[in-house]
Structure formats: C-alpha cells, structure tokens
C-alpha cells in the first residue's frame, strides 16, 4: 500500500475506502459509515495541514487547506 495511502486511512477510517489515483496527489474518499461532523472536520484539517487534498462523496466537493470547501466546512456546526 502506497504511505500517503496508509496515512489517509489512518486519519479517516470511519468515512470508508480511499482509491488514489495515478497522480497521488488526490484521494477518493468513499462514502461509509457516518462520522460526526466535528470529528470529520478535525480529520480534514490534520490532512490538509499536511498537505492532502481530499475528494468527498459523490458531490466530489473539494476540500483544501486554502479552498472555500474548507472555509464552509469551519462554519457548518
């Protein structure tokens, strides 16, 4: 298993099965079991201060540590 791929699924192992494609540098994130919102914020902010950038669900609503995504993700509770 790819490291940056070992290192998503030991952040996020609630949110489901991750697929990376050719580039690495972009996760697919699956939909799975439910995760509470604070939690699943906390786990995207580690993420992209370490500099993932995340691909959710089947909006593919892009989360980065400088996007609006982010931003409205801070604000959803």
Same mark, same amino acid.
């Given at each position: 298993?790819?490291?940056? $791929? +070992? ?5 996020? /192992? =609630?949110? #489901? ?25 906390? +786990? ?6 370490? #500099? ?5 669900? /089947? $909006? ?8 609006? #995504?982010?931003?409205?993700? =801070?604000?959803?509770?």
């Amino acid at each position: 298993m790819h490291e940056a $791929t +070992r290192r998503v699924l030991e952040v996020l /192992p =609630e949110v #489901g099965s991750v697929s990376v494609p050719e580039t690495r540098d972009r996760f697919e994130v699956k939909h799975g079991e439910s995760i509470e919102l604070a939690d699943l914020r906390r +786990r995207l902010l580690w993420l992209t201060r370490h #500099g993932y950038a995340l691909r959710m669900g /089947p $909006t593919a609503a892009s989360f980065r540590a400088t996007g609006s #995504g982010l931003r409205a993700l =801070e604000r959803a509770d």
